[in-house]
């Protein structure tokens, strides 16, 4: 806990330093009016205002002469003053406070979640593949809200309410012993009794905070599920078993929030009695020990400002604790470690690669898994066109993801051109690589945006030349805008055929020199198959092509077929090859009655 609050102070805090100091240089001004002010005025200020001629002369005239020489009414006026200008100083300390502190941690959260996404990008696919998207979307989201809205309402009471108290306990300590009762001291064992329960509420807040942020997390996962399957939800008749895991998860969290507002609600009470006791001990005392009217209200002042600061104090504290729980959370992401990193000295790609792509000895498992690829060796010349295949599981789409580095190789090494994959930055690297997959998804935004994100700076020319090329273009006369048509989340309002003609429009903007086709066309039918085909093999003319693919028929125009059996090359060679001499291809062919690919085949 100590090491992630030293690098949360060294990553965040540091940075804003100017606005650390500004903060506690307000909050010290606004503290000392409050806590020393205030106490400081009722013993001096007071007596000069209600001072009757015969009367003992007033100890601040004892303090200043100059006042002695001046008219009773000059006198009157100054004393009268003083107060409106202590409040106005503490006013204006207090303001300029709470703008600073607000501004400090909407600076810090907007750092933090900055740093959190950034971070979930650079993450290994492996990880995010392994966590829930509405906890992560959770952590980002409503974490980085939960401790802006947090910080927002204490932040300013963490600066000042401590520095004020210390100033009330540093008036009262020095009444005492100006009026020589340092006995009447003891009401400081009542301070201690105000401390414990922000120390020990505090724990259990943190970690019921924790927890309900969980329950946010699993309560979005819910959310986020369900509407991602509304299809299959209504074809299942699963609205019921929908409802009933809401309402699981809605329990849950509201249980942990309900314990969690006890016990910050818990300080004010326990506060309140505690203040009442010490003040009442101080009259007391202050009564057996004959004080007089105007200190004994200095000192019940300086007490009273002393425990006011602690309550408002422990409820900030408390509400930081509250804090805690999703500063875990975020702190879990940022600490999580980046396996598949850029080398400190990169090398430098070519502009355009050849496309040669060599795998060396691979072996690659998940954490904690057996090997999904084992001891591969084999050599793709740039230019060609090799299909993968292979029973599910067989390690076909993982053999294709090792190129981009989405996962990082557990024995062995992917090259490029000779280069290996890692020993380039990601950037340079994915450069080079356009990919198709099963799964067409599209970004909200228009159809041309969407086109020209396969690479920064495409012209208008090249983005109509890539929608031609990927027949876009003969389905814009049913779109309201054309090309400026926008579309929703996932490419929502165009079919499955239209949102693939959409990406492989992308992958031609891209025009890189390595496709990788991952089941490009397994979620369309037949009729769509049989028509996004001319365009898939209008792209891989000409690059290095993988075609990762369960059905034969999008295999006509390969060079080689690569077929894969638990995470081991079995069969290399072209169709007429595979059919004559690999068992297993011959199975998956047969199984299929798929139509032969051509026999131009290296």
Same mark, same amino acid.
């Given at each position: 806990m100590i090491n992630r609050m030293k690098k949360f102070i060294e990553r965040f805090l540091l940075p804003q330093i100017f606005w650390v100091l500004a903060s506690v240089l307000t909050g010290l001004v606004a503290a000392a009016a409050s806590g020393l002010g205030v106490p400081l005025m009722i013993k001096f200020v007071f007596p000069v205002v209600f001072h009757q001629s015969g009367q003992p002369e007033p100890e601040l005239m004892q303090y200043v002469p100059q006042l002695a020489e !001046?008219?009773?009414? &000059?006198?009157?006026?100054?004393?009268?003053?003083?107060?409106?200008? %202590?409040? @106005?100083?503490?006013?204006?300390? !207090?303001w300029i406070n709470t703008v600073v502190v607000n501004v400090l941690g909407i600076r810090l959260l907007e750092s933090l979640r900055t740093a959190v996404f950034h971070h979930v990008q650079q993450l290994p696919l492996a990880f995010l593949e392994g966590k829930r998207k509405g906890d992560i979307v959770s952590r980002v989201v409503a974490d980085t809200s939960k401790v802006q809205t947090v910080l927002s #309402?204490?932040?300013?009471?963490?600066?000042?309410?401590?520095? &004020?108290?210390?100033?009330?306990?540093?008036a009262f300590i020095w009444l005492l012993i100006n009026n020589g009762r340092w006995e009447m001291g003891l009401v400081m064992i009542f301070v201690g009794l105000a401390a414990w329960p922000v120390i020990n509420f505090g724990k259990r807040i943190s970690v019921k905070s924790l927890r309900a942020q969980e329950g946010l997390g699993e309560l979005n996962t819910v959310v986020q599920q369900n509407l991602e399957t509304q299809r299959e939800v209504r074809a299942y008749a699963m609205e019921e078993r929908q409802i009933e895991s809401f309402e699981q998860a809605s329990a849950h969290y509201c249980r942990n929030t309900v314990k969690l507002v006890k016990y910050q609600r818990a300080i004010i009470p326990i506060m309140e009695t505690v203040t009442a006791l010490a003040l009442s001990f101080l009259l007391v005392t202050g009564s057996l020990f004959g004080m007089s009217l105007d200190g004994f209200m200095a000192l019940a002042a300086a007490m009273f400002f002393a425990f006011d600061s602690m309550k408002r104090a422990g409820m900030a504290f408390n509400r930081f604790n509250e804090a805690q729980g999703p500063m875990q959370r975020l702190a879990d992401i940022l600490d999580e470690p980046n396996d598949i990193d850029d080398p400190e000295n990169p090398l430098t790609m070519p502009e355009r690669v050849k496309g040669d792509i060599t795998f060396r000895n691979v072996t690659f498992a998940y954490d904690g898994c057996k090997p999904v690829l084992r001891d591969v060796n084999v050599s793709i010349p740039a230019g060609q066109i090799v299909g993968l295949v292979g029973p599910s599981g067989a390690g076909k789409t993982t053999f294709a993801s090792l190129i981009p580095r989405f996962y990082e190789v557990t024995e062995g090494s992917v090259l490029i051109d000779g280069m290996d994959v890692r020993d380039v930055t990601r950037h340079d690297l994915r450069e080079q690589l356009a990919i198709v997959g099963q799964q067409a998804l599209l970004f909200a935004g228009t159809i041309r945006e969407n086109i020209a994100l396969g690479r920064? *700076? +495409?012209? $208008?020319?090249? %983005?109509?030349?890539?929608?031609d090329a990927a027949r876009v273009s003969a389905f814009l006369d049913s779109q309201p805008q054309g090309m400026d048509t926008v579309l929703g989340q996932g490419g929502s309002g165009l079919s499955g055929g239209q949102r693939q003609r959409v990406a492989i429009a992308r992958a031609f903007v891209k025009d890189a020199? @390595?496709? %990788?086709?991952? $089941? +490009? &066309?397994?979620?369309?039918?037949?009729?769509?198959e049989k028509e996004i085909q001319q365009e898939l093999d209008s792209l891989a003319q000409g690059r290095t092509t993988l075609?990762?693919?369960?059905?034969?028929? &999008?295999?006509?125009?390969? #060079?080689? %077929?690569?077929?894969?059996?638990?995470?081991? @090359?079995?069969?290399? *060679?072209?169709?007429?090859?595979?059919?004559?001499?690999?068992?297993?291809?011959? $199975?998956?062919?047969?199984?299929? *009655?798929?139509?032969?690919? #051509?026999?131009?085949?290296?």
């Open positions: !001046m008219s009773s009414r &000059t006198v009157l006026l100054l004393a009268c003053a003083s107060l409106p200008a %202590i409040f @106005i100083v503490r006013g204006l300390a !207090m #309402h204490v932040s300013n009471d963490l600066v000042k309410q401590p520095i &004020t108290c210390a100033c009330a306990l540093f920064e *700076g +495409a012209t $208008e020319e090249e %983005i109509n030349v890539a929608a020199p @390595i496709l %990788i086709l991952d $089941e +490009a &066309t397994a979620s369309l039918d037949a009729e769509s075609i990762v693919a369960h059905r034969f028929s &999008t295999l006509r125009n390969a #060079h080689r %077929i690569l077929v894969f059996d638990h995470g081991r @090359i079995v069969g290399d *060679g072209s169709h007429a090859e595979l059919y004559e001499s690999c068992p297993l291809y011959r $199975e998956l062919y047969d199984r299929q *009655g798929a139509v032969a690919p #051509h026999e131009n085949e290296a």
